[in-house]
């Protein structure tokens, strides 16, 4: 399934880099839309000015994940999703582990995702309605690469504690992460417990970023 995940990290990365100049404004006050145009701007820019840096240690890509696209990333509320019924379960004392190896697990796949970027096409298509739901945005991208054609579905949720949008899923032609890690997830949590699965996705984050040969 970490294959499955990489994809979606690299349809996610693709899709923003041809989307232009964002608005320098505060956070809160951009849209979805707007934040992935700012978004792509400084993740795109760092990673040119730092080629040489990676090109030694691909794993500087790590770093600039950190800084240019987690904010960005709800993971939070994303790991309370997969953890979905066993969550109650849990005491925050449990979750807390849990939430930061996944922050790191998704910030190791962006990376890794980030060396499979070869210059693909995109088309950004407008918000779709979301069951009147004005604190959930969807936006689809169209990747086109070559003669194939994909579509990726960004699930924005602006945070009611900050007021930012933020991403807490993707679709990869209809195939939720959220949904895929639960499905990948649930066996453990249910025979071993959360800290089991968090030691797994603590070790998984681990995985230094190489380039395809």
Known sequence: ??????????????????LGLGQVVRANELTPEQLMQQTADKLFGDIK??????????????????????????YKYA???VLGAYFRSTSPEQRE?????????IEQT??????????????IEKPKATNSDSNISVIRVVVVDGNKQNNLDF????????????VYDMAAEGVSMIATKQKEWAPILRKEGIETLTKQIEKSAKDPIVFSK
Do not use: C
Request: net charge positive.
């Open 1 to 18: 399934m970490n294959s499955v995940l990489r994809k979606m990290g690299a349809f996610f990365l693709v899709s923003m880099v041809l």
């Open 49 to 74: 000015e730092n080629q040489a840096k990676i090109k030694q240690d691909p794993n500087y890509l790590r770093q600039i994940v950190r800084q240019d696209l987690m904010p960005y990333v709800h």
């Open 79 to 81: 790991g309370s999703l």
């Open 97 to 105: 582990p849990f939430f930061n190896a996944f922050q790191q697990f």
């Open 110 to 123: 962006y990376a890794q995702a980030l060396t499979l970027y070869h210059n693909q096409k995109i088309i």
């Open 155 to 166: 699930y924005w949720r602006k945070n009611t504690r900050t007021g930012e949008w933020q």
